[in-house]
């Protein structure tokens, strides 16, 4: 693994060494809701090419690349059960839109040259290949970038779940949770001035503390699988590559 993390002694939360180093292997989360951009709904074009192009530099550094991308731009499937749609309908069609995600970046991708693979949770063939981990690692062992689609495949999970569970499944380095914040705050800095960033916790402080990282479920898998995630701003150009490059931007979780 090219990942060490310094320990922490506890007596400063945003004191460490160099924690990161560069990565073999990723699982990048990336949030469906950001791909808005400014629209309010959907995809923003330059949203998306800007995240292309952002996998694109990593991909040149022969990083094999695994993607995970939410569905909440489109459909969320707790809001809909909240709104009168059976949950398990409702999580079927979040996963829906996780796929029209996926294939609207892997069309991104293509487009400048990086070679795809849409791998999905649910047989859907010709829309994508049905998932299996070894295809998977395969592929990413001959430069493509694997994008993985419709959840776990099961209702009641989310894609926080689903990328925790595609993550250990290839054998990931490290998570990499891009967001549109920079980091895990002692707070919500948009509601909390005081909120301080932590550029290193441990999981079990993230439970001490209640803090959200991603939902229990998957933060368990991650912690029990010794996956560390670290969460960045993804919206903002360039950042994913400082963080292959071990430039301290986000917030690192580990064990």
Partial sequence: MFYAPVSNDGKDNNTTGNIMARFKRILLKLSGESLMGERGFGIDPKRLSEYAEQIKEIHQMDVQ???????????????????????????????????????????????????????????????????????????????????????????????????????????????????????????????????????????DEIYTRGLKVMDLTATTMCKENDLPIYVFNMDIPGNLKKVMDGEKIGTLVHN
């Fill in 65 to 203: 690349i695994g993607i995970v991308i939410g569905g909440g731009n489109i459909f969320r499937g707790l809001s809909g059960s909240q709104k009168g749609f059976d949950r398990v309908k409702g999580d079927q069609m979040g996963m829906c839109a996780t796929v029209i995600n996926s294939l609207a970046l892997s069309s991104a991708l293509e487009s400048i040259g990086v070679k795809t693979k849409v791998l999905t949770a649910i047989r859907m063939e010709p829309i994508g290949e049905f998932y299996s981990k070894w295809k998977a690692i395969e592929a990413m062992e001959n430069g493509y970038v694997c994008v993985f689609s419709a959840g776990t495949g099961s209702p009641y999970f989310t894609t926080d779940t689903g990328s925790s569970l595609r993550g250990i499944e290839i054998e990931a380095d490290v998570m990499l949770k891009g967001t549109r914040v920079d980091g895990i705050y002692t707070a919500d800095p948009e509601k909390d001035p005081t909120a301080t960033k932590f550029t290193d916790i441990t999981y």
